[in-house]
C-alpha cells in the first residue's frame, strides 16, 4: 500500500471487519488455487460494494488493506477482478492504489473498476462475464453496509451455477429499521428495502408469527429463525446447491451486527468455508 494517505478515503473498521477480510482471503486464497488448476477454465474475482481498499484498525489504528486489495495479494492470482463502489472518492482511492501498487503477480489490464450502483452493472456488465459454458467462474463479494442489495443480482448469480457468493446479511439494520415487536409501526418505505433484498414479502412470515399467543396478534420471531428462512430461500430461490450455516459477526459485547453468508453451487467450496467459518464463529478479537 502506498505510503501517501492523506487524501484517502479511509473508513475505520472495527475488529469484525478484519475477522471478515481474513475470511475472504483464506477462502480467495484457496479458490484461486483450485481454480488455477483447472485447465480453461478462468476464474474472475467480483467485489459489488468494494469500498476505497483500504481501511484504519479500530483496533490497532494501523491501516488494513480492504476486500480488493485483499483479493488482488491473492497468490496465484485471479484472471480478471471487477470492483465496484458507488462513492467516487473510494474509487479514486481504489485506483489511486491499483497504480501504485502494482504486485508483479497481477496483469492492470485485468483490474475494472466502476464508480456505480452494483445492482445495475452486475447484472448488465459483470455477471455475464462469468458464464458457465464461457468456461467462466467467479468467486462475488456483496458486502454492502445495510439493506443496499437486490434480490435479482443474488437471484441471477444462483441462476447462473458459475458463481459463488459471500453476502452479508445486514440483520443490525432490519432489526433498527424494520423488524420491529409492533410491525404495524414500521414505515412502508423502510420495510420496501427488506422487501428488495428478499425478493418479495415472505420476510414478514419468517419475522412474525401468531402462533405464541391467544389473542392472534404477531410476535416477533428470533434472529435465528429468519436467518434460517433466508439460508432456505438462497437455496430453494436463488437455486444455489450448497449454504452452509452463516457465521454471525458479533460485537465485543456479543450484539450481531450482521450474518455472513457463503452460497454456492459446489460442495468442495461449502465444505472448506464451513471449515474456515468454524475457526472464527466464537472469536471476539
Ligand atoms: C461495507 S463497505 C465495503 C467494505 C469492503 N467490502 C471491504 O471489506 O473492504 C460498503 C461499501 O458499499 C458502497 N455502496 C453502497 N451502496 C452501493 C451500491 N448500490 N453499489 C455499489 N456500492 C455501494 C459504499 O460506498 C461502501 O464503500
Not at 450455516?245 to 450474518?259: C, D, L, S
Not at 467459518?277 to 472469536?283: L, P
Request: glycine letters at 6%; a neutral charge.
Amino acid at each position: 500500500m502506498p505510503g501517501k494517505t492523506t487524501d484517502y478515503h479511509i473508513d475505520d473498521i472495527g475488529y469484525w471487519s478484519e475477522m471478515k477480510l481474513e475470511i475472504i482471503r483464506k477462502y480467495a486464497t484457496a479458490y484461486s488455487a483450485i481454480l488455477t488448476n483447472q485447465r480453461g477454465l478462468r476464474h474472475i474475482y467480483i467485489d459489488g460494494f468494494c469500498g476505497s481498499g483500504v481501511h484504519r484498525s479500530r483496533t490497532s489504528g494501523d491501516l488494513v488493506p480492504g476486500s480488493p486489495v485483499v483479493a488482488l495479494g491473492v497468490d496465484p492470482p485471479f484472471t480478471e477482478y471487477h470492483f465496484i463502489d458507488l462513492d467516487r472518492g473510494k474509487t479514486e482511492t481504489l485506483r489511486e492504489i491499483v497504480r501504485t501498487s502494482t504486485p508483479e503477480s497481477y496483469d492492470e489490464d485485468s483490474v475494472f473498476i466502476y464508480e456505480a450502483d452494483c445492482n445495475e452493472v452486475l447484472l448488465q456488465d459483470v455477471l455475464p462475464r462469468a458464464r458457465y459454458g464461457d468456461y467462466r467462474r467467479a468467486l462475488c463479494l456483496l458486502d454492502p453496509y445495510g439493506l443496499h442489495l437486490s434480490w435479482d443480482v443474488i437471484a441471477t448469480a444462483g441462476a447462473m451455477k458459475s458463481v459463488e457468493i459471500f453476502l452479508n446479511f445486514p440483520i443490525g439494520d432490519m432489526n433498527r429499521n424494520i423488524l420491529w415487536r409492533d410491525p404495524t409501526k414500521t414505515s412502508p418505505k423502510q420495510a420496501a428495502r427488506l422487501t428488495c433484498y428478499w425478493g418479495d414479502e415472505s420476510w414478514k412470515d419468517a419475522a412474525y408469527t401468531t402462533d405464541l399467543n391467544l389473542f392472534g396478534y404477531e410476535e416477533k420471531n428470533t434472529n435465528e429463525a429468519v436467518v434460517k428462512a433466508f439460508r432456505k430461500r438462497l437455496k430453494d430461490v436463488a437455486g444455489f446447491s450448497y449454504v452452509p450455516e452463516p457465521i454471525p459477526m458479533r460485537t465485543r459485547k456479543g450484539a450481531i451486527i450482521y450474518y455472513l453468508f457463503f452460497a454456492s453451487p459446489n460442495n468442495t467450496g461449502a465444505k472448506i468455508v464451513s471449515e474456515i467459518f468454524a475457526k472464527y464463529s466464537d472469536r471476539r478479537s
